[in-house]
Nanobody, 122 residues
């Protein structure tokens, strides 16, 4: 099995910064894409940013220029640097992995982390 564990959420004032981390554990050979989604209060889960193993990125328009996604493929980790945070960034943030190649896991499967709360006060 592949498990994703997030860390780095918390409470921050508007204009502040946070860095989220996510590490995938298991006997992993490769992960095609890793990224972050979020679920704001009362809303559906939405894409924040995703980064493929070839370096392609995709950001939500609402976070472009403020958030930066990065990966450490050797550690099967993905990070999200969040700057200039706004109250509307308040959400539970979920780590996601797609296109997993790992032992005891169907090739190409996906996995989700348990979520970490980010709260931005005005």
């Amino acid at each position: 099995q592949v498990q994703l564990v997030e860390s780095g959420g918390g409470l921050v004032q508007a204009g502040g910064s946070l860095r989220l981390s996510c590490v995938a554990s298991g006997t992993i050979f490769s992960i095609n894409a890793m990224g972050w989604y979020r679920r704001p209060p009362g809303k559906q889960r939405e894409l924040v940013a995703i980064l493929t193993d070839s370096g392609r990125t995709n950001y939500a328009d609402s976070v472009k220029g403020r958030f930066t996604i990065s990966r450490d493929n050797a550690k099967n980790a993905v990070y999200l640097q969040m700057n200039s945070l706004k109250p509307e960034d308040t959400a539970v943030y979920y780590c996601n992995a797609q296109g997993i190649s790992a032992a005891y896991v169907d090739y190409g499967s996906a996995a989700w982390g348990q979520g970490t709360q980010v709260t931005v006060s005005s």
